[in-house]
């Protein structure tokens, strides 16, 4: 048997030992030492070739050999999705140990099949298969290639080729190979790295192709951009296509929406019954916002969100009355019901693909594709938008996941990016006002009501309703750094047509101040703490992004016990300013009272990389102020 010292110290003499030459293809001694940086793993080679056949149909063909140096490296699990538009082929696995020697073949069914079930589709046609890559001992070698025929909405969405596919990943060798029949059309857009594409003609073939080299590992920063301006990417899309009856193009956002718009031609029929019912509500509407807001309610305490996938249902919807029979929809679906009914009232809507969420890459003026995950729907004529999976946002809020970023109007001609709106820094305030009531054994009974709005609302929304009694308590626990503390009660209230909510809560906590003698040492806020400092980093590389601003303002009244009074309590205001970021806080003693004053206040901004120790250093000082103490004092 082989000791673990053994093998390291075999480790470093063999290269010594033998030539490179002599070596293994895959031996981790070939890798350049500069690429083993920071790295997790290294991708020694990662070779890509997607030919297009026709307008309807394409064939990947993917081969990948990376290096993993240590437990850290999630390269190892293996994913090889398909579906009825994508049929995956020819799958090979081999592994090699750190001397480049093979030392497993994988079988086929060695290999497990899972549906890509995602907890809110009940249709859904995509599967994957999965390996988990290991080996006894670090550093060891993966080889796997694999065939992907693509058509219908899989096709048309053409393969994006990611070079470096993750943080702490450095990559000796990748290359991306596009292939078309001469003449045909597509566009490509190279993200965050400059990099000229060879053109080559192969027999009747135009052959497209990009080489990277030697890039070392990327680094995983606090508050850094998202993935998707900062990795190495090449966006693809077709300039034609087909998909089944369907022609279309994305070679301009109008054409791409126009094409949209032909799939959900007819599907916004509504059944005689429910056009009478939505006239009759609607027939006392003085306004189209009265109108928009009647039916929305109606949508959502009518329908519910499912996702269904099958077939294009990644881009058409089910039609209206499908909905209305089954009282579900995915987001195509359910805007489209939506729209439908605000066509039948006589309000001009249109549906809007949209990237929500935190996506590594969003929609932009200058390249066409069709990377979008979600519909909602527009109204121009009252410039309203509508999220109409949820059953509880209020009209004319879409939530912070689809803030401030691009969305795809869908109709017939002119169709066209808008932006969505975003939520200023003043529109997302957390207001509290908390009464402490405190013991001389150092109990204390809590009460806190807490109005919010924006997208600070959110949360209090959610806990109304999708949260049980316990999950509530539950959330209170985890938020809040009461010691010891147990809620008793609590009460939420939302606004139904503005983003408001009232949160408040009773609480009891056994060890609210620390005792010591005849003194009392008073922690004067646990309520709202900042926490999340940023971790020290010297040579900052990539910009701070503060995604979202807000305002925070708390008042902390505690009620002093008789027979005790205040000793020591810090006696500076608190006041730190910046062109991003304002922080004040405020002690008062009044009669049996200590009185806290905070406010945070935080703007949406990209700071460049050197000022992050200044960043840092604000917040810690904020996390300094929040951990002030008063000493009461027995008399």
Same mark, same amino acid.
């Given at each position: 048997m082989i000791t673990k010292s053994f093998f390291f110290f075999f480790l470093f003499w063999f290269p010594i030992l033998v030539s490179a030459q002599d070596m293994p293809e895959y031996a981790f001694f070939k890798i350049p030492k500069a690429l083993l940086n920071d790295a997790r793993e290294v991708v020694r080679e990662d070779y890509g070739e997607f030919t297009v056949i026709s307008e309807e149909k394409g064939v990947g063909k993917f081969k990948k050999v990376v290096t993993l140096l240590n437990e850290k490296s999630k390269a190892g699990e293996l994913y090889f999705s398909y579906s009825n538009q994508v049929k995956v082929d020819h799958i090979s696995i081999r592994i090699f140990d750190a001397f480049g020697n093979l030392v497993r073949k994988v079988k086929s069914s060695d290999l497990s099949d899972h549906s890509a079930i995602d907890g809110f589709s009940i249709y859904l046609d995509e599967r994957y298969k999965y390996y988990r890559a290991s080996h006894p001992s670090y550093p060891f070698t993966i080889e796997y290639s694999y065939e992907s025929t693509y058509s219908g909405t899989a096709f048309a969405s053409f393969p994006n080729w990611y070079v470096q596919p993750s943080f702490y990943c450095s990559v000796e060798n990748s290359t =991306?190979? $596009?292939? &078309?029949?001469?003449? !045909?059309? =597509?566009h490509y857009e190279v993200l965050n790295i400059e990099k000229e594409v060879t053109l080559e003609t192969e027999k009747n073939m135009d052959v497209y192709s990009w080489s990277f080299h030697q890039l070392p590992a990327l680094l995983y920063e606090e508050d850094m951009p998202v993935a998707g301006k900062v990795f190495p990417i090449i966006m693809t899309a077709p300039d034609h296509f087909k998909?089944?009856?369907?022609?279309?193009? !994305?070679?301009?956002?109008? %054409?791409?929406s126009g094409f949209v718009k032909k799939l959900y031609a007819g599907r916004d029929k509504l059944p005689e019954e429910l056009v009478e019912q939505i006239k009759d509500l609607t027939k006392d509407a003085s306004s189209d916002v009265e109108k928009i807001r009647i039916l929305y309610r109606y949508l959502q305490e009518n329908m519910r969100y499912v996702s269904v996938q099958l077939g294009l249902g990644g881009w058409q919807p089910f039609d209206a009355e499908y $909905?209305? @029979?089954?009282?579900?929809?995915?987001?195509?679906? &359910?805007?489209?019901? !939506?729209y439908a009914m605000l066509t039948e009232v006589g309000v001009d809507a +249109?549906? #809007? &693909?949209?990237?929500?969420?935190? +996506?590594?890459?969003?929609a932009s003026e200058a390249f066409t594709t069709s990377y979008f995950n979600h519909v909602i729907l527009y109204v121009p004529s009252e410039n309203y938008w509508l999220e109409c999976t949820s059953t509880d946002f209020p009209p004319n809020y879409i939530g912070s996941s689809n803030a401030n970023r691009y969305a795809l109007l869908i109709q017939e001609t002119g169709g066209h990016l808008v932006k969505t709106p975003e939520l200023a820094f003043d529109k997302n305030v957390q207001e509290s006002k908390t009464v402490i009531n405190f013991s001389p054994d150092g109990s204390a009974e809590i009460e806190q009501t807490i109005k919010a709005t924006g997208s600070r609302h959110e949360i209090f929304r959610a806990i109304e309703n999708q949260l049980s009694e316990t999950e509530?308590?539950?959330? &209170? %626990? @985890?938020?809040? #750094?009461?010691?010891? #503390?147990? =809620?008793?009660?609590f009460h939420v209230a939302t606004e139904k047509n503005a983003p408001q909510s009232t949160f408040s809560y009773q609480a009891h906590s056994r060890r609210y101040g620390s005792k010591a003698g005849k003194r009392i040492f008073l922690p004067l806020n646990?309520?709202?703490?900042? %926490?999340?400092?940023p971790p020290r980093k010297e040579n900052r590389i990539h910009p701070i992004i503060i995604n979202e601003g807000f305002i925070e303002l708390d008042t902390i009244v505690f009620m002093l016990p008789e027979g005790y009074a205040v000793e020591s309590v810090p006696n500076e205001n608190v006041s730190l300013e910046n062109d991003? #970021?304002?922080?004040? !806080?405020?002690? %008062?003693?009044q009669s049996g009272q200590l009185i806290l004053t905070r406010k945070l206040e935080l703007h949406r901004k990209e700071l460049p990389p050197e000022q992050y120790t200044t960043y840092r250093d604000f917040f810690k000082q904020i996390a300094k102020a929040d951990n002030m103490k008063a000493v009461l004092v027995q008399e």
């Open positions: =991306f190979v $596009v292939k &078309l029949p001469k003449g !045909m059309k =597509f998909i089944d009856q369907y022609e279309g193009g !994305m070679s301009t956002w109008e %054409e791409f $909905v209305y @029979r089954n009282k579900y929809g995915d987001c195509k679906a &359910l805007t489209n019901y !939506m +249109r549906p #809007a &693909l949209i990237g929500s969420g935190d +996506r590594n890459y969003q509530t308590k539950t959330w &209170l %626990e @985890r938020s809040t #750094a009461i010691p010891s #503390a147990s =809620f008793s009660s646990v309520i709202n703490t900042y %926490e999340d400092i991003y #970021a304002h922080f004040s !806080m405020t002690v %008062e003693q």
